[in-house]
C-alpha cells in the first residue's frame, strides 16, 4: 500500500515522525479494499495495513535469533539419526533370519524390521516416515496457511507448532532401548512435522518485515515523490529483501555451529553413557527455546483483517489456494517459480534424506562424528552465505542468477550419489566422500535456501504473503511427499540405497531448466504488483458503493 508522499529532501527522521503521528491513530486499523468478494464468500486478503509499525533493531534481531535457533540440528538431524539407530538394533538380518543382529560382523547388510505383516528395510521405514510426514504437512500448509493472512492467527499459529516441536525434541530423553523405535519414529515425525511449519510460517513474516525496515519505506516513500527511478527503486529494494534474508540465513548456520560445539561438551566426556544422545537432544532443544522465544515477545503486531462472518479457519485456506491457482494466467511467473520450485525442493529434500541414510549407515549412527560433520558444513554455511550476499550487493547482482549457480550443485549432489552404482571409488561409499558432501552442501545450499526465498518474496503480490508462502511451503516441504516414496519403493526392489540417486538427479536437473529459462523475475514481480492493486481498486470500489447504499437508506 502506498505511504506518504514525501518532499524530495525528505530525511529518514521526517518519514520516523510521520510514522510516528501515524500509530497515534487505531493501529490495525485495515487498508480499506483489502478484502474481495463474491458468491462464495471471500477469495483474496491483503495483509497491509495503514500503521503497520517500522521493523525496530530488536524486532529484527529476535527474528534472527529464532532462525538461529531453530537450525534443524535437533528435529532434522540427530532425531533421525536417534530413530534410525534404534531401528536398526531392533531389526534383523533377512538372510540369517529373525533373532540375527544387524551389528553382527558377519551380517548381509541389510536389516529389516517388521512391518504390515511383513517386513520392509530400515531405509525405508524412515523414507515412508518422511513421506508421511510431508503428506502431513501438504494438509497443515494448505488447511491453515493462508487462514494465517487473517487476525493475528498467524502470530499464534507459529507460537503454538514452536511449542509442539520444543515438546517432541524434550520427550526424545525417552528413547534409551531399541524396542522403542516405534515410539521413535512417532516423535521423529511430530518434530520434524512441526519444524517443517516453523520454518514455513517463519519464512511467512519475511516479506511484511522486509517491506517495513525504516530502509524499505523509505525507498518507497522517495519512488512516490519520484526521487528515484522505478529501476532504481526496484534494485534496492531487492537487495533489502537479499540482505535480511542471507543475514537470517546466516544466523541460522551460526546456531548450527554453536549447538554442534556445545554437543561436544556432552558427547566427548559422556562416550560411554548410554543416555548422551538423549542428554544431546535436550541440550539443542534448550538452546533454541532459550533464543526462539524472544521473538514472541518482541514481534510487533500487524495484523491482518478479521475473518469474515461465516468463515472459518479451516475452511478460508483451501478457498484461497483455490481461488489462487485460478490466478496463473495474471502471474505466470509466479506459478512456474512454484511448480518448478516444488519438484527441485522434492529432489533436494529428498537426496538429503538419502545421504544422511548413507551417512549414518557408514558412520554407525554416531552422534560424536555426526556432530564434526556439522560443523563442516556449519562453518562453510555461514562463510559462504556472507561470502555470497557481499559479492551480490557489490556487483549488483539478480537474484535469479545467484540463485542459478547454486542449482549447479543441487545437480551435482545426486549426480554424485548415482555414480556409486558402478563403482565403490566414488559415490559416498568413503569417509572423505561425506566430509566432502557437507562441505559443498554448506558452500553452495545455505545460499540456496536464501535466495531462494528471496525468489519467492520478490513474486510474492504485496500484502498476499502467508498465501503465496503457503503454496511455496506446500512446494518446499511438502511436495517431499513424492521423492520418499518412490525411493523407497526403488531401494525395497533393488536392495541398494544408490538405485535412489539417478531419479533424483533427473528430477533436480529438469526443475532447475524451467527455473533457469522459463522464469522471468523482473516482469513477475511487476505482475506480482499490478495484481495485488487490482484487487485493491476492486475491493475500495466495492467497498465504497456499499457505503454509499447505506448512506442512500
Avoid at 525528505?10 to 518519514?15: E, H, P, S, V
Avoid at 540440528?73 to 538372510?95: E, I, K
Avoid at 495485488?532 to 437508506?553: F, G, L, M, T, W
Wanted: hydrophobic residues 45%; aromatic residues 16%.
Amino acid at each position: 500500500m502506498s505511504l506518504p508522499v514525501l518532499p524530495r529532501d525528505a530525511t529518514d527522521n521526517d518519514l520516523v515522525q510521520m510514522d510516528e503521528k501515524s500509530s497515534k491513530h487505531a493501529v490495525g486499523d485495515l487498508v480499506t479494499g483489502s478484502v474481495e468478494d463474491n458468491s462464495s464468500g471471500p477469495v483474496f486478503v491483503s495483509s497491509i495495513n495503514n500503521d503497520e509499525p517500522i521493523v525496530t533493531r530488536k524486532e529484527l534481531w529476535a527474528y534472527y535469533l529464532y532462525y538461529n535457533g531453530d537450525n534443524g540440528v535437533g528435529p532434522l538431524g540427530f532425531s533421525m539419526t536417534l530413530f534410525q539407530s534404534l531401528a536398526f538394533g531392533a531389526g534383523y538380518d533377512p538372510v540369517k533370519g529373525p533373532g540375527s543382529s544387524c551389528n553382527a560382523t558377519d551380517s548381509s547388510g541389510q536389516c529389516v524390521l517388521p512391518w504390515a505383516g511383513g517386513t520392509k528395510s530400515v531405509s525405508s521405514i524412515v523414507l515412508i516416515s518422511n513421506g508421511i510426514s510431508f503428506a502431513i504437512m501438504t494438509a497443515i500448509f494448505t488447511t491453515i496457511g493462508s487462514a494465517a493472512d487473517y487476525g493475528t492467527f498467524g502470530r499464534w499459529l507459529l507460537c503454538v507448532i514452536t511449542c509442539i516441536c520444543w515438546a517432541s525434541q524434550f520427550a526424545e530423553m525417552s528413547l534409551t532401548v531399541p524396542s522403542r523405535w516405534g515410539l521413535a519414529m512417532a516423535l521423529y515425525m511430530i518434530g520434524f512435522i512441526s519444524y517443517g511449519a516453523t520454518l514455513v510460517f517463519y519464512a511467512a513474516l519475511f516479506p511484511r518485515l522486509a517491506r517495513n525496515t525504516l530502509h524499505s519505506r523509505t525507498l518507497r516513500a522517495k519512488f512516490e515523490a519520484g526521487a528515484i527511478s522505478r529501476e532504481e527503486y526496484e534494485v534496492e529494494e531487492s537487495m533489502e529483501k537479499n540482505r535480511i534474508s542471507n543475514i537470517s540465513t546466516a544466523h541460522s548456520n551460526i546456531g548450527y555451529i554453536v549447538t554442534l560445539c556445545l554437543n561436544l561438551t556432552i558427547l566427548i566426556p559422556l562416550a560411554k553413557n548410554p543416555k548422551a544422545n538423549n542428554y544431546t537432544l535436550v541440550l539443542v532443544n534448550s538452546y533454541w527455546v532459550l533464543l526462539g522465544i524472544w521473538w514472541f515477545i518482541f514481534q510487533q503486531p500487524r495484523p491482518g483483517p478479521r475473518l469474515p462472518k461465516g468463515e472459518s479457519y479451516l475452511t478460508i485456506g483451501w478457498k484461497q489456494i483455490w481461488a489462487a491457482s485460478k490466478q496463473y494466467k495474471k502471474l505466470p511467473y509466479t506459478f512456474i517459480y512454484l511448480f518448478a520450485f516444488f519438484l527441485l525442493a522434492d529432489g533436494l529434500n529428498t537426496t538429503g534424506t538419502l545421504v544422511s541414510i548413507c551417512q549414518n549407515d557408514k558412520f554407525s549412527f554416531s552422534f560424536l562424528q555426526n556432530t564434526y560433520l556439522g560443523l563442516a558444513q556449519a562453518l562453510t554455511s555461514t562463510f559462504s552465505t556472507f561470502g555470497f550476499w557481499y559479492f551480490q550487493r557489490y556487483f549488483k547482482i539478480s537474484t535469479k542468477k545467484m540463485f542459478i549457480v547454486t542449482n549447479v550443485f543441487t545437480i551435482f549432489i545426486p549426480f554424485w550419489g548415482m555414480l556409486g552404482i558402478w563403482t565403490n571409488k566414488v559415490g559416498f561409499h568413503n569417509v572423505w566422500e561425506f566430509w566432502f558432501y557437507n562441505v559443498i552442501f554448506g558452500l553452495f545450499q545455505a545460499p540456496y535456501y536464501a535466495f531462494s526465498q528471496t525468489m519467492m518474496a520478490e513474486l510474492t503480490p504485496p500484502g498476499f504473503d502467508n498465501m503465496f508462502f503457503g503454496l511455496f511451503g506446500l512446494s518446499n516441504r511438502a511436495s517431499s511427499m513424492i521423492g520418499p516414496n518412490v525411493i523407497q519403493a526403488i531401494i525395497d526392489k533393488s536392495g541398494s540405497n544408490w538405485m535412489g540417486f539417478p531419479f533424483l538427479f533427473a528430477l533436480c536437473f529438469s526443475a532447475s531448466l524451467v527455473i533457469w529459462f522459463f522464469v522471468d523475475v523482473e516482469k513477475g514481480r511487476r505482475d506480482a504488483g499490478a495484481w495485488a492493486d487490482s484487487i485493491r481498486k476492486k475491493a475500495d470500489s466495492a467497498s465504497q458503493s456499499s457505503v454509499d447504499i447505506v448512506n442512500v437508506n
